[in-house]
């Protein structure tokens, strides 16, 4: 635990909060036609933290909004927000983004669903441990990401107790290495994407390009190996990554 709140803390340095730009928001999924509720859509990006260090539901409106046009969906013309916030140890913007929802509950709600990778490298093991890890062990990445990523699914679909027209939105700081971890496992999960094809969109195609910190890309290599332990058809998880045919594919609501 030392060293993935050492490497959290690492992480944190090289990614400093920025201002929030609406850019870096991207659309991930939604509910489909057929689903008990209409209107439920998904999105990642970064903090959305205002000039006076607050969070601001302004930005991140128009933010989920540009975002929606360049994707091809349709946002109603209102929605609550459910915030869900990957961050680790930034106090500071925890406190402020719960007490937004506090205090303007009409804007919808807080979940905080705290995301650090893992030190545990499965190309260093030996191939029988490797396999029996990804098949054995609930949760090799420590961050209850099969729960997670489900969970934002079902909400989609309306298994929860939200109601009416809703944005979840899930966000780190940056929008690039917990974001990613979590992006790359929604989009194997429930998008069908590969391995290879999610990571280089992870990496080359939101925000800055770079690689994710090594925790983050090791936790949802290990989420992959989970899910080609139950024969989803995730590709090689190890494979180093090769510029796709669509290098920068963009999830559209026409993958339902």
Known sequence: MALVLLAA?????????????ESDVRYVDQ????????????????????????WDHGALEAGVRAAAARAGATLPAAFTV?????????WDDLEAEARAYEDA?????????PQFGTNLNASALQPDVRAYVAAEAPQPYGDYLEMLVDTLHWWLLGKGNDSGSVVYYYHCESGKDRTGQVSAAYYMRWLGVSWNDAMYYNEQCVGEPRTLSPPLELGAQWFCLQLRSNDDTTGDCLQPRVRPAKPCWLPTPNLH
């Open 9 to 21: 803390a690492a992480l944190l340095v090289a990614a400093a909060a920025a201002a929030f730009n």
């Open 31 to 54: 509910s489909p036609a057929w689903a008990a509720w209409a209107g439920r859509f998904l999105f990642r990006g970064p903090y959305a933290g205002g000039a006076d260090g607050g």
């Open 105 to 113: 509950p009409a804007f919808g709600r807080f979940s905080h669903w």
């Open 82 to 90: 459910v915030d869900v916030s990957l961050l680790t140890v930034e």
